[in-house]
């Protein structure tokens, strides 16, 4: 399967998550790439638009491939293959460190035209434009758990099947157009899969945002 670009699956993913129109659902995306895909998930669905804010934890000379994540909150998930590549103590943190350095600058970014939303009591969809490792997305779970959702559910383009199988142990629902045997990169499944801007990521969300009001995001 080879989608034309990020809103053929954005479209296709929304028709997928239908059942969730009616329910006022917090679409929240694992920046930069699932933005655009996440916003037209949302108005499909009638719902919210958010952030989930974690980065991959590269490994040593192929930063692309990740073998850990780390949250928002500076929460580190490893991936049982990590050791195998040789990395120490000090290879983590600072990669931590980077990548939290990364976050801090887009809150500041996105905070402005974007007040975060609240899940707890919410449904809450973590969308991401495909899915290697599943590193990035089990973190964008486990933060979402953390505030209470009343369901989590995660959607996807594209993941290999045994990273389907680790996901579905976080979510209450995964939602993935396409799961090859032969998974090689995300983008190899995408004709257009041009990168996204910080600059399109608040532009999205300045269109998205609303003045914070006591009790915002609060369980519908």
Known sequence: MLFQNREEA???????LAVYWGRNPLILAIPRGA?????????????ELDVVLVRKIGAPG???????????????????YARGYGVDEDYINAEVQAQMEIMRRRRAQYTPVHPPIDPAGRVVIVV???????????AA???????????????????????????????????????PEHFYAVGQFFRD?????????VEILRQSGREPSPGQGEGQ
Do not use: W, Y
């Open 10 to 16: 954005a479209r296709l993913l929304a028709e997928r």
């Open 35 to 47: 933005l655009p895909m996440a916003k037209i998930i949302a108005d499909a669905l009638d719902g």
């Open 62 to 80: 192929n930063p692309e491939f990740a073998i850990g994540s780390v949250d928002e909150t500076g929460h580190v998930s490893l991936g049982d």
């Open 128 to 138: 991401d434009d495909g899915i290697a490792t599943g590193s990035t997305m089990i």
């Open 141 to 179: 779970l486990r933060a979402t758990r953390a505030k209470h959702p009343v369901k989590l559910v995660a959607a996807t383009a594209v993941a290999p099947p045994d990273t389907i199988a680790r996901i579905e142990r976080e979510a209450d629902e995964v939602v993935c157009l396409h799961t």
């Open 193 to 201: 899969f041009s990168q996204v801007s910080d600059e399109e990521v």
